[in-house]
C-alpha cells in the first residue's frame, strides 16, 4: 500500500516537475510547481513527518507561489513578447545543467542508502523542537539572523524606492 | 478497519451535507440579517419567511446562461471556481465538531481526523485558498479581474503573517497543535471544576485572529478583491451563472469553517458552561456540546454579517497599513507578553 503511494507520488512530482519546464505559458509553469511541491509534501507524510509535510505547503505552495504567481501575473507575460533565447545560450544552459545534474548524480552514488526513521513519533513538533533547540541550537538560531537580515535589507532596498517615487509623483512635469 | 473506514465515510458525508446546507442558508440569513440591520423585510416570497428562497437561487444559477469569455484562458476558467470550492471544503476534516459518542461499547470521536499538526492544516489550506481567486481572476482576462486576483493575494499572505503569529501566542499557552486537545482543555466552562475558555486569557490574540480571518474570508470591511465600486466584480466580474455561484458558494463556505475554528481555539468548541453540573450522560454531554458548538458558529456567522453590514469598506492602503503596522507589531506584542505571563506563574 505505501509502496503504491510512494511510485504514485513520485510519479506526480517527476511528470509535474518535467511539465514545469515544458510548458510554454509561465502560469502553467507556476501551477504545475505547486502540485510539485503537493507531491512532495506527501512524500514527507510518508517519513511520518506531517509538520514538515504542512510547514512545506504553508511556506513553498502557500507562501512563495502565491508571489511567484503574483509576479508573473503583473508582468503579464505572453508567447508574442516572451523573450526567444539565441541558440548558444540554451546550448549554454543545456551544459550548465547537465553538469550539475552529474554533481548531483555522483555525489548520491556514493552515499550509503539511508534509511529513514519512520516510526514513532519522530516527526512530531514536540520532537523537532527538542531536537532544534539542543542539539542544533547554534545553527538554529544563526539561521533565524540571516533570515533578519535578509529583511532588514530589503527594507532598505524598499525604502530608498518610496522616496524616489514620491518625489517623482510632486513633480509637476511628470504627471 | 472496515468499521472504521466506514464511519468515518458516514461522518465525512455527514459534514459535507451540513456545510453545504449551512452555506446555503448563510446567504438567506444574509439577506435577512441585511434586512433587519437597515429596517427592511428582506426575501419572504418563497415559502415561509422566504425559507426557500436558497433553493430558488440555486435553480436560477443552474439554468441561467454560462458565459466563458472568448479571450479567457479555458481550462484556467474553468478551475478557478473548482479549486476555490475545494480548498474551502478541506478545512473541516480537523474541526472537532463535538467529542466522543460511546455506542455499544465502542468510542466514536466526533471528527474526522485528529492531526497532530491540526492548527498547521488549517494554515496551509487557508494559504492555498487564493489560487482560486488568483488564477480565476487572471484567466478571466480582464483588466478589473487582473487587479482583484492581485489585491487578493497581497491581502491574504499580509495577514496571514499575523494571524500566525496571533495563534503561536495561543500555541504557548496550550502546548499542542491539535485542535481536539486545544477543545478539551477548555472542558468544564463555569459551574463544578470550572475552566475558563481560552478568550479569557488570550484577548488581544482572539482580536487579532478575529481581524486576520475577516481579511482571509475577503468579508466587509476587507472585501477589497470583489470592491464593486470600483471593480465592478472584481476577481469574478466575467463569472457567470454556476461557476458565479461556486465563488460566492466558497465564500460562505468559507466563513462557516473560520466561524468554526474561532469557537473551538478562542471559545471552548463543543464545551458548554454547567456541563460537570448537569448529572447527564456523557452520551447526553456530547450531542448538547454539538449543539452549542453549532451555536457559537451560527453565532460568529452572524456576528460576519453584522460587521459587513455596519462598517464600510478600507481603502487599500489602510488595508496595508493595518496589516503590517498595526496587526503584526501587536501579535509579537502578544507573544512576547504571554511567554513573560507563562514564565511568571509557571
Not at chain 1, 57 to 80: D, K, Q, R, S, T
Not at chain 2, 69 to 88: D, E, H, Q
Not at chain 2, 230 to 242: D, P, Q, R, W
Request: aromatic share 14%; hydrophobic share 55%.
Amino acid at each position: 500500500m505505501t509502496l503504491y503511494v510512494f511510485y504514485f507520488l513520485s510519479f506526480v512530482a517527476i511528470f509535474s516537475a518535467l511539465l514545469v519546464v515544458f510548458s510554454k505559458n509561465p502560469i502553467y509553469s507556476v501551477l504545475y510547481l505547486i502540485v510539485t511541491f503537493f507531491a512532495i509534501a506527501g512524500h514527507y507524510i510518508l517519513l511520518n513527518a506531517q509538520f514538515l509535510a504542512v510547514v512545506h505547503v504553508i511556506v513553498y505552495a502557500g507562501a512563495i507561489m502565491v508571489l511567484f504567481l503574483y509576479v508573473i501575473m503583473l508582468l503579464n507575460l505572453n508567447h508574442e513578447d516572451e523573450p526567444h533565447k539565441k541558440n548558444l545560450a540554451k546550448i549554454a544552459a543545456v551544459i550548465c545543467g547537465g553538469i550539475l545534474m552529474t554533481v548531483l548524480v555522483g555525489t548520491l552514488r556514493g552515499a550509503s542508502q539511508a534509511i529513514p526513521r519512520t516510526g514513532g513519533d519522530i516527526g512530531y513538533v514536540k520532537t523537532l523542537g527538542r531536537i532544534l533547540f539542543t542539539e542544533f541550537l547554534l545553527p538554529f538560531e544563526i539561521s533565524s539572523i540571516l533570515l533578519l537580515a535578509a529583511m532588514v535589507g530589503v527594507v532598505m532596498v524598499g525604502k530608498t524606492d518610496t522616496k524616489k517615487t514620491t518625489v517623482d509623483i510632486n513633480e509637476p512635469n511628470n504627471q | 478497519m472496515i468499521a472504521l473506514l466506514t464511519y468515518k465515510g458516514i461522518l465525512v458525508l455527514i459534514i459535507f451535507t451540513v456545510t453545504l446546507a449551512v452555506a446555503a442558508y448563510s446567504t438567506y440569513a444574509e439577506r435577512k440579517v441585511a434586512a433587519f440591520l437597515q429596517d427592511r423585510i428582506g426575501p419572504d416570497r418563497a415559502g415561509p419567511f422566504g425559507l426557500l428562497q436558497p433553493l430558488a437561487d440555486g435553480a436560477k444559477f443552474f439554468f441561467k446562461e454560462e458565459i466563458i469569455p472568448n479571450v479567457s484562458n479555458k481550462t484556467l476558467f474553468i478551475l478557478g471556481p473548482s479549486l476555490a470550492m475545494l480548498t474551502a471544503l478541506m478545512t473541516g476534516v480537523v474541526v472537532p465538531w463535538g467529542n466522543t459518542l460511546w455506542l455499544d461499547g465502542k468510542e466514536y470521536v466526533l471528527q474526522i481526523t485528529d492531526l497532530n499538526v491540526g492548527i498547521l492544516y488549517v494554515f496551509g489550506v487557508a494559504s492555498i485558498g487564493v489560487y482560486g481567486i488568483m488564477v480565476g481572476g487572471w484567466s478571466s482576462n480582464n483588466k478589473f479581474s487582473l487587479i482583484g486576483a492581485i489585491r487578493a493575494s497581497a491581502q491574504m499572505i499580509s495577514y496571514e503573517i499575523s494571524m500566525g503569529l496571533a495563534i503561536i501566542a495561543l500555541i504557548l499557552m496550550t502546548g499542542t497543535l491539535s485542535l481536539r486537545e486545544i477543545s478539551l482543555q477548555q472542558a468544564g466552562g463555569v459551574g463544578s471544576d470550572w475552566n475558563l475558555w481560552n478568550v479569557v486569557y488570550q484577548p488581544l490574540g482572539f482580536l487579532i485572529f478575529l481581524v486576520c480571518a475577516f481579511a482571509e474570508c475577503n468579508r466587509t470591511p476587507f472585501d477589497l478583491p470583489e470592491c464593486e465600486t470600483e471593480l465592478v466584480g472584481g476577481y469574478h466580474t466575467e463569472y457567470s451563472s454556476m461557476k458565479l455561484g461556486l465563488y460566492l458558494f466558497a465564500e460562505y463556505i468559507n466563513m462557516f469553517i473560520s466561524s468554526a475554528v474561532i469557537s473551538t481555539l478562542y471559545f471552548g468548541g463543543f464545551n458548554f458552561p454547567f456541563m460537570n453540573d448537569l448529572g447527564l450522560s456523557s452520551n447526553w454531554i456530547t450531542v448538547i456540546g454539538t449543539g452549542f458548538f453549532f451555536g457559537k458558529i451560527v453565532f460568529f456567522i452572524f456576528f460576519f454579517m453584522w460587521i459587513r453590514w455596519t462598517i464600510p469598506r478600507f481603502r487599500y492602503d489602510q488595508l496595508m497599513n493595518l496589516g503590517w503596522k498595526m496587526m503584526i507589531p501587536l501579535a509579537i506584542f502578544n507573544i512576547a507578553l504571554t511567554g513573560l505571563v507563562s514564565l511568571v506563574f509557571k
